[in-house]
């Protein structure tokens, strides 16, 4: 091998950069808006501030780890019914209460919904820089989740009719005879197709590509589902 193909095959490929966190602040004082903005800057994220929960909910959503730090009392949408809406169209967002008069069933309820943290006005830098960085772990956390969740589809989607089919019949626990006799093809050319299904896959074993089946919610055939002579070879009850 020449030293050239030795560096072309060294040669790494260009990582795209991943996108910076983001912290979303709402609230509708301005003074609380602009200290926050200080303080989350100087702890090195990027932050966005609205003064209305209508102003947040027609911003567009940012394609990188984020979280919302969230008044409660807000002049337009409350604070828990910004939250419901959050809930149906980005339930992977985090959110931070704010407010300066907490009380026990609003905490309560907030909690209950999923947020992070519940924090009393003044608020502490250190509480709060502490719940932005929790949430933003979890945000990020969940868009890893989501992207190998996307790659995963994308794989299942590269499959043939038939490798579904294979692929379906062997996660439910059928031998490669067994899958034969309930498609109708040779033993020989379930294997071909279960390798093919493996490698498409990415699956490195069948235990492998049963947990990638259960995640994507791909059933294996119930029993009255499998033909009379695929349950019988499966040794599965006909009645």
């Not at 003074?31 to 100087?42: G, H, K, M, T, Y």
Request: negative net charge.
């Amino acid at each position: 091998m020449t030293s050239l193909s030795v560096s072309m095959n060294q040669k790494a490929l260009p990582v795209a950069p991943k996108p910076a966190p983001v912290v979303f602040v709402v609230d509708d004082d301005i003074s609380v808006r602009e200290s926050l903005e200080a303080l989350i800057r100087f702890a090195g994220w990027q932050t966005v501030t609205f003064e209305s929960a209508h102003q947040f909910l027609a911003h567009p959503r940012e394609a990188a780890p984020s979280c919302l730090v969230l008044d409660v009392s807000l002049p337009d949408l409350n604070g828990l019914d910004l939250q419901k809406r959050i809930a149906l169209e980005h339930a992977d967002l985090p959110i931070i209460f704010i407010t300066g008069y907490g009380d026990v069933p609003t905490t309560v309820q907030a909690m209950k919904a999923g947020a992070v943290e519940f924090l009393t006005k003044p608020l502490s830098d250190e509480a709060l820089l502490g719940a932005i960085q929790s949430a933003l772990e979890r945000s990020e956390a969940a868009l890893d989740q989501e992207a190998k969740m996307g790659e995963l589809r994308s794989r299942y989607v590269s499959l043939s009719r038939r490798e579904v089919e294979v692929m379906t019949l062997v996660v439910s626990g059928l031998l490669n005879k067994q899958v034969g006799d309930e498609l109708g093809i040779s033993e020989i050319t379930v294997k071909a197709h279960r390798g093919s299904v493996m490698r498409k896959m990415g699956a490195e074993s069948l235990p492998d590509l049963v947990h990638m089946a259960a995640r994507l919610g791909v059933a294996p055939p119930r029993d009255g589902s499998l033909s009379r002579r695929g349950r019988l070879r499966a040794g599965m009850p006909l009645a």
